[in-house]
């Protein structure tokens, strides 16, 4: 027999007496994390399971607005590629005007894994950024935009949707049939430029602490909400149990003439003001970085949304600002439980604290914070909002089939990072919480709210991350309608 085929089947005899070994001593410590693994997972589905939706009187969800193109590429590949090496002096920018500003903030996001959009505002580099994307070998398309995204996951869980954005007639045809799209055909639909890393992610000697992305765009349609009208003409006969807004990060730093931004969310407040009490309205938060956007959303867009959605990053960003601080553009990617929770109660109080001092609005009645380890959702007792705890579970759930691209939850590809208990507050001498395996989701009441925690199955084969709280707000939504 020849000898590089003598060692070729000797290679693979070795091969196999390792994997058979391997499995042989496999760690009691690794079967222990398996059975816990499924374990968590099954009380998961069957927390999210004691819930269904009505095939026969499906829940009627109206979203606005905008939506566009993704293009996912592996950020590291795309900065190499066009030569962009990482900068020596990180800083975080309002806009990118130049590919040196594009590395000094990119820089500043990655090492820490934190998830940040920005406007490009110089067409011919946002150009240059995607034509060589759409040259990189793994390089893939889909439906984005926070409204576009959600619809389409809250059409994927049973319900009617009536969407407000402007697509190309090849979008709006490939959208499920349960969802009815409100806004004019374009030609040229806006991009967006999802630039994906992985966990320990290496580019020069910055390394990344979790997965994330880092999103640019240079949209024409989105910031303008100019599918307002024709959502606006439709609403009244869609007659919906719940309106969701996002997307309005599109207008941060966007370069619009004078008072135009101004007029547009005054139609936008006008719109939310003119909604039936009996309908629920949400407001889906995002990256934002400029400051009078977001005074403007606190005055004419959150008073009267009685839920808001947001990640462990954009709920300090909103803390500190309603509190008469700075934005904060950078926080904690791993926040502890008691931190969040303590936050979400500050948020929770303040609000409802103006606007009962205001007199005018909507109370917030609903909080859902979803993070990379936990989800958790504060609901007001008597409120119109339902099965929290399941709604929790869904939530959990959904984050690791996003992140995976699968529908099924596969436990070898997961992993818990949420301790194994938590305190419910930083408050000295709080109750602390046992992390219980047959019951995940952990439920309690204070004041005059019940808040519930769940645990995330975390992705470890990622897929892809944007998206995720968009997916995960919507599937909360979907039980508490």
């Known amino acids: 027999m020849a000898p590089a085929l003598l ?16 499995l042989w001593y496999r760690s009691p410590v690794e079967d222990v994390l398996d059975e816990r693994l499924h374990k968590v997972l099954t009380s998961l589905l069957r927390a999210e399971g004691k819930v269904g939706i009505d095939n026969f009187d499906k829940p009627r969800v109206a979203i606005g607005f ?11 590949k795309l900065l190499n590629k066009l030569g962009i090496r990482p900068s020596l ?39 240059k950024l995607v034509d060589a994307s759409k040259t990189l070998p793994g390089n893939r398309w889909a439906l984005g935009g926070n409204a576009a995204v959600m619809a389409k996951r809250l059409a994927f869980e049973g319900c009617e949707v009536l969407l407000g954005g402007r697509f190309s007639q090849q979008i709006t045809d490939i959208l499920s049939e349960h ?22 992610a290496q580019w020069g000697e910055y390394i990344s602490r979790r997965a994330n992305r880092y999103i640019v765009h240079c949209d024409k349609h989105n910031p303008l909400l100019d599918s307002m009208e024709d959502f606006e003409s439709q609403l009244q006969d869609f007659k919906p149990d719940l309106l969701v807004v996002g997307g309005l990060q599109m207008m941060d730093n966007f370069p619009f003439q004078e008072g135009a931004r101004g007029t547009r969310l005054k139609k936008l407040s006008n719109l939310l003001q003119s909604t039936e009490n009996s309908t629920g309205v949400h407001f889906e938060m995002a990256s934002f970085v400029d400051e ?47 931190t969040v929770l303590d936050q979400m109660r500050e948020l929770y109080r303040l609000v409802n604290s103006e606007r009962k001092l205001q007199g005018k609005g909507r109370m917030l009645t609903r909080l859902h914070v979803h993070t990379l380890a936990f989800q958790a959702i504060i609901v007001t007792l008597g ?53 219980q395996e047959t019951r995940p989701v952990s439920c309690w009441e204070e004041a005059d709210y019940e808040i519930c925690v769940a645990p995330v199955l975390v992705c470890t084969d990622v897929y892809q991350t944007a998206g995720g709280g968009d997916n995960i707000s919507a599937a909360g939504l979907v039980l508490q309608i």
């Open 7 to 22: 060692a070729v089947r000797y290679g693979t005899l070795v091969s196999l007496a390792v994997v058979l070994l391997a």
């Open 383 to 435: 409120s119109s909002w339902k099965n929290t705890m399941s709604a929790t579970a869904k939530a959990s759930l959904t984050a690791n089939r996003h992140v995976c691209g699968s529908p099924h939850i596969n436990p070898t590809k997961a992993k818990l990072i949420m301790d194994d208990s938590f305190s419910i507050s930083r408050q000295e001498g709080s109750q602390r919480i046992s992390f």
């Open 292 to 338: 009078s956007l977001m005074n403007e959303l606190l005055s004419q867009v959150m008073p009267y949304a009685d839920s808001l959605g947001m990640n462990e990053q954009e709920l300090p960003n909103l803390l500190s600002l309603i509190k008469g601080k700075n934005i904060t553009v950078l926080s904690d990617p791993n926040p502890r439980v008691a």
């Open 66 to 76: 905008g939506g566009c193109v993704d293009i996912v590429v592996d950020s590291i």
């Open 179 to 200: 969802v009815i799209v409100a806004g004019k055909p374009v030609d040229d639909p806006d991009i967006h430029l999802i630039m994906e890393y992985p966990t320990g």
């Open 89 to 127: 002096s990180p800083i975080h920018h309002d806009y990118i005007q130049t590919e040196e500003q594009l590395s000094q903030s990119f820089s500043y996001f990655f090492p820490p894994g934190a998830a940040s959009e920005r406007y490009v505002a110089n067409n011919t580099l946002f150009n």
